[in-house]
């Protein structure tokens, strides 16, 4: 028999990206139910989180009922706008030259943002459609100031199917902006859009409670199990599992270092796993001599820390203390325990960037669960 024939151990190296649709139509009927009676709506833009927005929309479409989307771009909404074909969508970031065609044939619904879009918007207008109205009450981005709906005439007042703005501070309950934006709000749509539906909570303003909703909310991070109101536990299941597998396991002796730069020194005997993952894939470099890696072994789920520097296409972990671990088993970067708030914690930044950053990129095998629970 041959040395070939004799090795019986996995050999893996793609990391893999597992998102749970199951879950994701759980936490949108939470978030629903949170926000009643104002209407829901799903935020896939960015393809939705970089969880894909093919396969939510498809499955918040048939399976949720969900028919208003937002997208950042017309160029995202034309690659699936055929798949909700009863659908209001959204544009976010509005209409302009750059995208003045696909408004006109797909009926997208612009938000206009500024007066000079609105008047780029009247010469292009797009039959059967009403576009929406953005109107700034301090996060000071996009948005019409009160000066500029001034200039509004009352026809062009009268044009618009909603009124809309978004908040600042809601992740953080007691925050005062989130009282001056509702005051300010209220004020703009009392005195110019009294009778028009309005929309001011993404799903962090949501949990705020009625008098934020509206008559429409627009779920985004949190429908993809990011908790959005950290003041609170955390209500939404994780959708997210990421895993990548170990390719070499190896001894490393005491005063030997790790990785790029040498930035991780051994002061005993180790052992070391590499792990088939790194910023090439998305993981941050800040996790770098900070970060944790999860291995179930024997149906026990143990912790490994990160050593030395996240290099672009791999991870070195600390698996001195793990017994039983082989070539092929998967290390665990995002799980249930260990969530995309988690990793974001630990790496200095948000669930949100984690998510767009690892969902998009074309390394990871992406993989759907969906179906009977």
């Given at each position: ?85 009863e659908a209001k969508i959204y544009i976010l970031q509005g209409i302009g030259k750059d995208s003045a065609e696909l408004f006109q044939k797909y009926k997208f619904i612009p938000v206009i943002t500024s007066l000079k879009m609105w008047q ?254």
């Amino acid at each position: 028999m041959s040395l070939f024939n004799k090795i019986t151990t996995t050999v893996l190296t793609q990391p893999v990206l597992e998102i749970n649709l199951n879950k994701l139509i759980d936490n949108y009927k939470l978030l629903s139910q949170i926000a009643m009676p104002a209407i829901p709506s799903a935020v896939i833009k960015d393809d939705a989180y970089g969880i894909g927005a093919y396969e939510v929309a498809k499955v918040l479409y048939e399976k949720a009922g969900c028919r208003h989307f937002w997208f950042a771009h017309a160029y995202e909404a034309q690659k699936i706008v055929n798949i909700l074909p009863e659908a209001k969508i959204y544009i976010l970031q509005g209409i302009g030259k750059d995208s003045a065609e696909l408004f006109q044939k797909y009926k997208f619904i612009p938000v206009i943002t500024s007066l000079k879009m609105w008047q780029f918007y009247k010469k292009h207008q797009i039959d059967g459609v009403k576009p929406v109205i953005y109107i700034e009450t301090g996060l000071n981005r996009l948005g019409f100031r009160e000066d500029e709906i001034k200039k509004l005439s009352k026809k062009d007042l009268k044009s618009f199917s909603l009124v809309m703005s978004h908040l600042a501070c809601a992740d953080e309950k007691d925050h005062f902006m989130n009282a001056r934006q509702l005051e300010n709000f209220k004020y703009l749509k009392e005195k110019y859009f009294k009778d028009m539906p309005a929309s001011l909570s993404a799903s962090d303003g949501a949990f705020l409670g009625a008098d934020y909703c509206f008559n429409m909310v627009r779920l985004g991070a949190a429908m993809y199990g990011i908790n959005t109101a950290p003041y609170r536990l955390n209500r939404m299941k994780n959708i997210v599992t990421l895993k990548a597998p170990v390719m070499q396991i190896c001894p490393l002796q005491k005063g030997d270092f790790v990785g790029y730069s040498a930035t991780y020194r051994a002061n005993t005997d180790r052992k070391i796993a590499i792990v088939s993952i790194g910023y090439g894939d998305g993981v941050p470099r800040s996790l770098s001599n900070v970060g944790k890696v999860f291995f179930k072994v024997s149906g026990k789920w143990t912790e490994a820390r990160i050593l030395g520097r996240v290099s672009m296409d791999n991870i070195i972990c600390d698996v001195t203390d793990i017994k039983g671990l082989e070539v092929g088993n998967y290390g665990y970067l995002i799980m249930d325990d260990y969530t995309l708030d988690d990793i974001a914690r630990d790496s200095g930044t948000i669930g949100y960037e984690i998510a767009s950053n690892i969902g998009k990129n074309p390394r990871c095998i992406k993989k759907y669960i969906s179906g009977t629970k």
